[in-house]
């Protein structure tokens, strides 16, 4: 089946800093790739859609300016939180979907911790 | 904008009972519809998916569901339950909207199976 990668799948950074977070699609092409947050005991919030080679989408109240996404090639896109702060703390997890079909797989998800 | 209703937060069943997890969305075009389960500390994992065809769908696990669309409901049902069906339960609704096809989640089920 189709496998998506994150990396890192745990992250501790310092207030002010930036993080980046990496999605690959491991064994298909991802023209549409997908990231959300999901804050403990909560849903999955989608923040923004993203399509090789075109600028993000985001969700409303989602700020494109501190949540970068680029999405370079068909099996990569990142996700770089920039300036972090502690509220920025969540479950970060990202999407791809192939081609052909409108099934997404799912990363493992990237745990953020911001002090 | 498309929503996805779940109706219980929190289900509490003993072993061998019947499950029905409702989820109800809002949205008038063609749409794709999901379970998601996610085990304590895992990462989300596909149940079922209706795309198109019989509303009955059956899933991993013994689960199934079943699209109505007068109702735009897809409820998750599985006959008898066991205590590794304790989990988180999504239901997902792919469908149309700005910058392409998105998949959008419901606010999830806790799910608690007592041995």
């Known amino acids: 089946g189709a496998v998506v990668s994150q990396h890192p799948s745990w992250v501790i950074c310092k207030s002010g800093t930036s993080v980046k977070i990496e999605c690959r699609s491991l064994?298909?092409?991802?023209?549409?790739m997908f990231w959300y947050r999901q804050f403990p005991k909560q849903s999955l919030m989608l923040m923004a859609t993203s399509n090789e080679g075109s600028k993000a989408t985001y969700e409303q109240g989602v700020e494109k300016d501190k949540f970068l996404i680029n999405h370079a090639s068909l099996t990569l896109s990142t996700l770089t939180v920039t300036s972090a702060h502690p509220e920025d703390s969540s479950f970060y997890i990202c999407?791809?979907?192939?081609?052909?079909?409108?099934?997404?797989?799912f990363g493992p998800g990237t745990r953020l911790t911001v002090t | 904008a498309q929503s996805v209703s779940q109706h219980n937060h929190h289900v509490i069943l003993s072993e061998a009972a019947s499950l029905e997890l409702g989820c109800n969305y809002s949205?008038?075009?063609?749409?794709?519809l999901f379970w998601y389960v996610q085990y304590p500390g895992q990462h989300l994992q596909l149940l079922l998916k209706y795309f198109s065809g019989d509303p009955l769908v059956k899933g991993i696990k013994g689960f199934e569901a079943e699209f109505i669309k007068s109702k735009f409901s897809f409820n998750l049902r599985k006959p008898s339950v066991q205590w590794s069906d304790t989990a988180e339960y999504f239901c997902?609704?792919?469908?149309?909207?700005?910058?392409?096809?998105?998949?959008?989640f419901g606010a999830g089920t806790r799910l608690f199976v007592k041995a």
């Open positions: 997902a609704v792919n469908a149309l909207g700005a910058g392409g096809f998105k998949t959008i």
């Open positions: 999407s791809a979907r192939g081609t052909s079909t409108y099934e997404q797989y």
């Open positions: 949205y008038g075009g063609t749409v794709n």
């Open positions: 064994d298909f092409q991802a023209t549409t």
